[in-house]
């Protein structure tokens, strides 16, 4: 594999891949959670959550880049207090690649765990509580396991959106190599470069692959979801 | 222990308003449908809340809306029937029989897992998922999973109601067998006569959110002014009776108090008791020891009250022996015989309409 790519690519795909992973792993708890107080919650600003929640997937890219420049940038609002706090810099590192391939598949993931959520009788839970069970247990045993392929599905669906994230993230982050040059931006530059179509050539296999691969997966999994919550 | 209920809640249409008691044993909640029986289930489970009044199990309150006490779902200690059963799916039908076993407390007496399986004969399903069980199956894991919970009190919502008739007649015995072996205080939901008749020790009669009537069941069930209730054709009375003899010509000889009644063979032994159920269509009364009639139960009383129907029909209580009958005649045949309160009067029930499906064991 490493000899089929060369360096530059294979650093790309590995990037990708670490970004990608790191952006679905951290974001996935906060995604269940959304869907769920989405599908089963009532509370002021359920809307606007909601509505907060879809913007990535509505607004141009470029802009969601933008506006997370203009708040997680080294002056920004919640930039410079994470940096003070914690020493986290977004701008122009990996970190911040991973930041906007969250944001911008997280549509995507609470969508898909929404959807399992709602498919899953409340009346199961409660059941469940009558037995004793306390809330959080519930959750854990009845309510998770019920829904857990919609979220295996809603993670890799939002996995392939984060390997494909191009507009925020190069307006976020740039496009520099080994450090926030993901997949999507290093086609990008082959592509600007004379004789580089080989090598965009290679990588967009490689885009392919994982895209197919990924849909195939949550395809699989989606179909046992029903099975599962039927109960046979 | 016995539970208290007196609460108050709005409904679509009319307010719930109700109190009552239930005494150690089934206490059954019968009513129409939309009377605001799985209201009140409900709010004794804790997964409604009463805009007004309180809940009390033997002493402990569970929902008090002036001290504003209402403690969790989660740590009311009750077992829940529910009528379309809701075992988790993606458990095997032993984990879904042990799901709420950790929550009972250390000391909590009740049965444990191979108990239960005997007792609802689930033995050989416990591997099984859910998905793999008949309705009946379902419902008798239901039950297990609320018994092996050790709750305080059974609540059961019409658990019969999503089930045929030899699905209903596989599960009744072994809620007979609860009754009668778990100790524990059952408030039980339905709206058909049949299975209160068959299992419950004490009735509230709902009505568009109003206990229209309350007390002991034989009371209650044989109370003329509950025909209307209960419908004409169900009325009837339920009587407690030992099994006296079984005679060779395929009948068994029952006592109950006023006198002996024959029935079709009864699989049980002499000894035993058992409740019959006579409906009040099936009585017919005569001011004279009828003689020439092909009918063999023939039981001597005095009449209690007379009660007028909306049409040509009558009520008509009789006392005999200790228990009561209800009889369904004509006003014209009431006035012919003129019946009034204290009249002697045999009341002829025919063998035959005392059918084998009305018999528990009891």
């Known amino acids: 594999m490493t000899d089929w790519l060369g360096p530059d690519e294979w650093q790309a795909v590995a990037l990708s891949l670490k970004v990608s992973l790191w952006a679905i792993g951290l974001s996935l708890p906060a995604g269940i959670l959304a869907a769920y107080a989405l599908a089963r919650w009532s509370f002021p600003g359920k809307q606007l959550l909601n509505g907060i929640i879809h913007l990535p997937l509505i607004l141009p890219p470029v802009v969601t880049g933008y506006l997370l420049l203009l708040s997680f940038g080294r002056r920004g609002p919640v930039g410079s207090l994470l940096y003070d706090w914690f020493g986290l810099i977004f701008a122009f590192r990996w970190t911040g690649a991973a930041l906007a391939a969250a944001i911008m598949a997280f549509p995507l993931m609470v969508r898909s765990i929404r959807l399992a959520v709602e498919s899953v009788d409340p009346k199961l839970e409660q059941a469940a509580s009558t037995l004793g069970a306390p809330r959080l247990w519930v959750f854990f045993t009845v309510t998770l396991p019920l829904i857990l392929p919609g979220v295996i599905a809603g993670a890799i669906l939002g996995f392939a959106k984060a390997m494909g994230e191009f507009g925020a993230t190069i307006t976020f982050v740039s496009n520099i190599p080994g450090q926030t040059q993901t997949l999507p931006s290093a086609i990008y530059t082959f592509l600007q470069v004379p004789g580089g179509e080989t090598q965009a050539m290679r990588l967009v296999l490689v885009s392919v692959t994982v895209a197919m691969a990924a849909l195939a997966i949550s395809e699989v999994l989606a179909r046992r979801a029903a099975r599962r919550v039927s109960g046979a | 222990m016995s539970l208290t209920v007196d609460i108050a809640h709005p409904l679509a249409g009319f307010d719930l308003n109700v109190a009552f008691e239930a005494p150690e044993g089934v206490t059954a909640l019968f009513g129409r449908s939309g009377a605001g029986k799985t209201t009140v289930i409900n709010a004794v489970a804790g997964l409604l809340k009463p805009e007004r009044g309180r809940i009390l199990l033997g002493g402990e309150t569970l929902f008090d809306a002036t001290t504003r006490v209402n403690l969790p779902v989660h740590r009311r200690r009750l077992g829940y029937v529910f009528q379309d059963g809701r075992l988790f799916p993606h458990l095997s039908v032993k984990q879904n ?160 108090s006023g006198g002996r009644l024959f029935l079709p063979h009864l699989d049980q032994p002499v000894g035993a008791q058992t409740r019959v159920r006579i409906l009040a269509q099936d009585v017919m009364l005569a001011t004279e020891a009828p003689r020439g009639v092909s009918a063999l139960n023939i039981l001597e009383g005095e009449v209690v009250t007379l009660r007028d129907g909306s049409g040509p029909g009558a009520i008509v209580q009789l006392r005999c022996g200790g228990d009561l009958l209800l009889s369904r005649i004509t006003r014209r045949s009431a006035e012919v015989l003129r019946l009034a309160p204290g009249t002697r009067i045999f009341a002829v029930v025919k063998t035959v309409s005392i059918a084998r499906s009305d018999v528990g064991a009891g």
Not at chain 2, 116 to 122: E, F, K, N
Not at chain 2, 190 to 197: D, G, Q, T
Not at chain 2, 207 to 233: K, W
Not at chain 2, 240 to 255: F, K, N, P, V, Y
Request: neutral net charge; hydrophobic residues 45%; aromatic residues 2%.
């Open chain 2, 97 to 256: 029989l042990m799901y709420g076993r950790r929550f009972a407390p250390r000391g909590a007496k009740g049965p444990d897992l191979a108990e239960v399986a005997d007792l609802l004969g689930l033995s050989t399903l416990l591997e099984r998922r859910p998905g793999a069980l008949s309705g009946g199956e379902k419902q008798r894991v239901a039950i297990g999973r609320a018994l092996l919970s050790r709750p305080r009190l059974l609540l059961m919502d019409e658990p019969l109601a999503a089930l045929d008739a030899a699905r209903k007649d596989e599960i009744l015995p072994y809620l007979e067998r609860l009754r009668d072996r778990a100790g524990l205080p059952i408030l039980y939901v339905s709206h058909s006569v049949a299975e209160v008749a068959r299992l419950a020790t004490s009735v509230v009669v709902l009505e568009a959110g109003q206990v229209v009537r309350a007390g002991p069941a034989e009371q209650v069930l044989s109370d003329p002014g509950m025909v209307h209730q209960i419908g004409l054709r169900e009325a009837g009375a339920v009587l407690t009776a030992r099994i006296a003899a079984h005679h060779g010509d395929g009948l068994s000889e029952l006592q109950v």
